[in-house]
């Protein structure tokens, strides 16, 4: 779910569905794309996604229309002046009339609002065709080609607003985070204990912050993993990482996040994950934002942490309520004695 505006303006439909990959974040395939607008409706304010799951018949399964009504009841709580839905599906045809089944399932979610219009496509890539499924034609063209989505306007102004680039899909953005080897060593004792005298909370978050400008590198040694491992699990730590999200460090934290959300396994990974989550939502990156809490949560499923920023997530709080939260995190490093990195000012998600 990427819960950041975004202004985009639309020559046709075909521009809007084309920019849906920039707003998540990747390409979605076979999925349920719903744009909440705003206002007179050129600025899309929440985008949500979601598997799209139908029943041997065509029509939406039951728990897919349990999903679609949780996605409408954001809409309407967000007090949206239209929705538009776009189905990115490759096993039925973009102008088969089956999909109208799951646009008025959505359109009676949408009670009163209603659903704007509905389009359907088989990919969004450079010359698909898309059709509309579900609305009134004199108000929407039968179709079209959809225009290269790597440089529509919003993919460019995500590239350069966020310095990220899009990923090609969901799946390369889950493998960012698959367990991987945890040190040098490949297999080894990852569950070790931290030798010696156990650090205070001062010296563990003067570790992790050492780690962030430095990187793990490519073969870490078993110690330092193990040390960083003991450092985040600690909750007043891990607390005040939290502030990174919106540092100038916030890039090299979020490689280091990663990196050990991969190498990390049980409380250490899901702690790792977590933080990784925390930084992306604060982003608006709510796509990355929710494999990495899925990771942390498969990990350890009692993570209070972890299930409160997914509950947070799938009920479409904005990132900006989270940001008002940083300064507490400042707050509490230094009580620890430790100076964060300087604030930035924080960069949206297109």
């Known amino acids: 779910m990427s819960i950041e505006p975004t202004t985009v303006t639309l020559h046709d439909p075909g521009d809007l569905i ?8 990747f390409v979605p395939q076979r999925s349920l794309v719903l744009l909440t607008f705003a206002g007179s409706g050129s600025r899309v304010e929440v985008t949500m996604r979601h598997d799209i799951d139908l029943d041997p018949f065509g029509e939406p399964s039951e728990a897919m229309c349990a999903v679609i009504e949780h ?3 954001v809409c309407l709580r967000e007090r949206a002046s239209a929705v538009v839905a776009v189905v990115v599906d490759d096993r039925i045809p973009g102008d088969d009339p089956r999909w109208a089944s799951v646009f008025d399932v959505i359109d009676l979610g949408l009670a009163d609002l209603g659903l704007a219009a509905g389009f359907a496509t088989d990919e969004i890539a450079s010359g698909a065709r898309w059709y509309t499924a579900w609305g009134h034609p004199d108000h929407h063209l039968a179709g079209g080609r959809l225009a290269d989505p790597r440089f529509t306007p919003t993919a460019v102004a995500h590239a350069v607003t966020t310095g990220r680039v899009m990923a090609g899909s969901r799946a390369e953005m889950t493998a960012a985070v698959e367990p991987g080897a945890h040190c040098e060593r490949g297999i080894c004792a990852a569950d070790a204990t931290v030798s010696g005298p156990t650090p205070d909370d001062t010296t563990r978050l ?22 960083l491992d003991d450092a985040i699990r600690s909750v007043h730590v891990r607390d ?6 919106a540092s100038d460090r916030a890039d090299d934290a979020q490689h280091l996040w990663a990196d050990l959300t991969r190498r990390l396994r ?12 925390h930084l992306h939502y604060v982003a608006g990156d709510g796509a990355m934002a929710g494999i990495a809490l899925d990771a942390a949560l498969a990990a350890d499923p009692g993570n209070s942490f972890a299930t409160l920023l997914d509950e947070s997530l799938r009920a479409g709080m904005r990132p900006d309520v989270l940001a008002e939260l940083l300064p507490t995190s400042r707050d509490l490093a230094r009580r620890l004695g430790v100076a964060l990195p300087p ?3 924080m960069r949206r998600g297109a």
């Open 206 to 227: 003067r570790l992790v912050l050492a780690a962030v400008v430095s990187g793990l590198g490519t073969d870490p040694r078993c110690a330092d993993v193990v040390a």
């Open 240 to 245: 005040a990482l939290l502030a990174l999200a």
């Open 343 to 345: 604030t930035h000012r």
């Open 266 to 277: 049980g409380r250490g990974r899901a702690t790792a994950a977590t933080l990784l989550a």
């Open 71 to 73: 996605l409408c009841g």
């Open 18 to 25: 084309a920019a849906v990959p920039a707003m998540l974040g």
